[in-house]
């Protein structure tokens, strides 16, 4: 049994200022929950064999020509490692605040009238459905202001073999999902997509400052409604002001450009592996859709340093000392802020079903999948039916 608290008369206790020393937090893991690729990433890998295009293969991580099945690698020199960089955030908005969109909108972008999601595609698939939900209705699209494009990228890494069949057993595991539908065939309804995102890192400094409460317990009498006196044990709170300092690094927090994908699919295929980012390169998307962004920079920057916010306001009240505290107050100021535009991809399903559009999709880094499902109207009769059944049973056996 562990020892009761020390029972402490109420006046009791030292209620002087509580200030900490500075602390310094190691960088917070990741939350485990554009003018995207203009032209570049329609530029031809010509087949050495027969001409064709080659397409990426993540499981063989080669261009693959579709038409005589030869393997081969770049077409150019790699980039140098150097490519990837940091970009100044608050230099960069200011430029964009006074840059015009001058990029050509007849560079072959169409956008959907359904999911309103913008992607990159050669002249000749232009009038092609949308990879997103299905629909057939695809508009030119007129730029977001001031697009900018991605310097690195995460190579797909999963074939589409395996994304088929891991999307295929995600269905099949779902009961109320009808049976006609994990019977289906849909391997003609899964695309490879790289989506377009943001990473944010910078330096935080930050002060708090909060009330520290600290349990103690009083003996009191009481009468009870028979008239009859005993003695209870009651809790109450010591409250004294108490003030830190936290400081720490957050480095690559991801937020989505994308609004092509349903937010909750998308939250369940995070986090993308960031640190094995690679330079951008145009046959990595050979062969793939390229989303362009629709969250422009300061939309996404203002996410990133939300999260941010959030997680120093964490970290700190797990440094309030005491049992409990109140009225939290911080005071953030952050440094160094730096982004980085990058491409991640996933392997898309899209489908209809009885007139509805659904989605699923498996992170064609780390083969997280997840999808929506219609449900079976059937098979949920069925489970109220029986429901009722065993309730309507107990009832007559308590009759009796």
Same mark, same amino acid.
């Given at each position: 049994?562990?020892?009761?608290?020390?029972?402490?008369?109420?006046?009791?206790?030292?209620?002087?200022?509580?200030?900490?020393?500075?602390?310094?937090?190691?960088?917070?893991?990741?939350?485990?929950?554009?003018?995207?690729?203009?032209?570049?990433?329609?530029?031809?890998?010509?087949?050495?064999?027969?001409?064709?295009?080659?397409?990426?293969?993540?499981?063989?991580?080669?261009?693959?020509?579709?038409?005589?099945?030869?393997?081969?690698?770049?077409?150019?020199?790699?980039?140098?490692?150097?490519?990837?960089?940091?970009?100044?955030?608050?230099?960069?908005?200011?430029?964009?605040?006074?840059?015009?969109?001058?990029?050509?909108?007849?560079?072959?972008?169409?956008?959907?009238?359904?999911?309103?999601?913008?992607?990159?595609?050669?002249?000749?698939?232009?009038?092609?459905?949308?990879?997103?939900?299905?629909?057939? !209705?695809?508009?030119?699209? =007129?730029?977001? *202001?001031?697009?900018?494009?991605?310097?690195? @990228? %995460?190579? &797909?890494?999963? $074939?589409?073999?395996?994304?088929?069949?891991?999307?295929?057993?995600?269905?099949?595991?779902?009961?109320?999902?009808?049976?006609?539908?994990?019977?289906?065939?849909?391997?003609?309804?899964?695309?490879?997509?790289?989506?377009?995102?943001?990473?944010?890192?910078?330096?935080?400094?930050?002060?708090?400052?909060?009330?520290?409460?600290?349990?103690?317990?009083?003996?009191?009498?009481?009468?009870?409604?028979?008239?009859?006196?005993?003695?209870?044990?009651?809790?109450?709170?010591?409250?004294?002001?108490?003030?830190?300092?936290?400081?720490?690094?957050?480095?690559?927090?991801?937020?989505?450009?994308?609004?092509?994908?349903?937010?909750?699919?998308?939250?369940?295929?995070?986090?993308?592996?960031?640190?094995?980012?690679?330079?951008? !390169?145009?046959?990595?998307? =050979?062969?793939? *859709?390229?989303?362009?962004?629709?969250?422009? @920079? %300061?939309? &996404?920057?203002? $996410?990133?340093?939300?999260?941010?916010?959030?997680?120093?306001?964490?970290?700190?009240?797990?440094?309030?000392?005491?049992?409990?505290?109140?009225?939290?107050?911080?005071?953030?100021?952050?440094?160094?802020?730096?982004?980085?535009?990058?491409?991640?991809?996933?392997?898309?399903?899209?489908?209809?079903?009885?007139?509805?559009?659904?989605?699923?999709?498996?992170?064609?880094?780390?083969?997280?999948?997840?999808?929506?499902?219609?449900?079976?109207?059937?098979?949920?009769?069925?489970?109220?039916?029986?429901?009722?059944?065993?309730?309507?049973?107990?009832?007559?056996?308590?009759?009796?």
């Amino acid at each position: 049994m562990p020892p009761e608290p020390p029972v402490l008369p109420e006046e009791d206790g030292d209620t002087s200022p509580i200030s900490l020393p500075r602390k310094k937090i190691p960088p917070p893991l990741p939350d485990l929950r554009g003018a995207a690729a203009e032209v570049r990433s329609l530029d031809r890998h010509v087949c050495p064999e027969c001409g064709g295009k080659g397409e990426w293969d993540p499981g063989k991580r080669k261009l693959i020509c579709p038409y005589c099945g030869t393997e081969f690698e770049r077409v150019a020199p790699p980039p140098p490692p150097s490519s990837i960089k940091e970009h100044e955030l608050d230099q960069m908005l200011a430029e964009l605040g006074e840059r015009s969109s001058t990029v050509d909108t007849a560079k072959r972008k169409v956008q959907c009238t359904h999911c309103h999601a913008v992607l990159v595609r050669e002249a000749k698939n232009v009038g092609q459905s949308c990879d997103f939900c299905g629909s057939p !209705e695809m508009l030119d699209y =007129s730029d977001i *202001e001031s697009p900018l494009s991605p310097e690195s @990228l %995460l190579p &797909a890494s999963i $074939s589409k073999e395996k994304a088929y069949h891991s999307l295929k057993a995600f269905l099949a595991s779902k009961w109320f999902a009808p049976n006609d539908l994990k019977r289906r065939n849909l391997v003609d309804r899964i695309h490879g997509v790289y989506l377009p995102y943001w990473t944010f890192d910078s330096a935080a400094e930050c002060p708090w400052t909060a009330d520290s409460g600290t349990y103690y317990y009083v003996t009191r009498t009481v009468r009870g409604a028979d008239g009859k006196t005993r003695t209870v044990r009651e809790r109450k709170t010591r409250w004294r002001p108490a003030s830190g300092h936290v400081s720490t690094w957050f480095d690559d927090i991801l937020i989505t450009g994308s609004q092509g994908i349903e937010p909750k699919i998308l939250t369940k295929l995070e986090p993308f592996p960031t640190k094995d980012l690679v330079p951008y !390169e145009t046959r990595y998307v =050979s062969g793939w *859709e390229v989303e362009q962004y629709q969250i422009p @920079l %300061l939309q &996404a920057a203002r $996410s990133g340093f939300g999260v941010m916010e959030s997680t120093l306001r964490n970290m700190c009240a797990s440094e309030v000392p005491g049992d409990t505290y109140r009225n939290l107050r911080i005071h953030p100021t952050y440094s160094r802020k730096t982004f980085k535009h990058i491409l991640c991809p996933v392997w898309l399903l899209a489908y209809q079903f009885r007139g509805k559009t659904y989605q699923g999709a498996m992170n064609a880094i780390t083969g997280t999948t997840y999808a929506n499902c219609p449900i079976s109207p059937w098979k949920v009769a069925f489970v109220v039916l029986m429901v009722l059944l065993v309730i309507g049973i107990i009832f007559l056996a308590a009759q009796r």
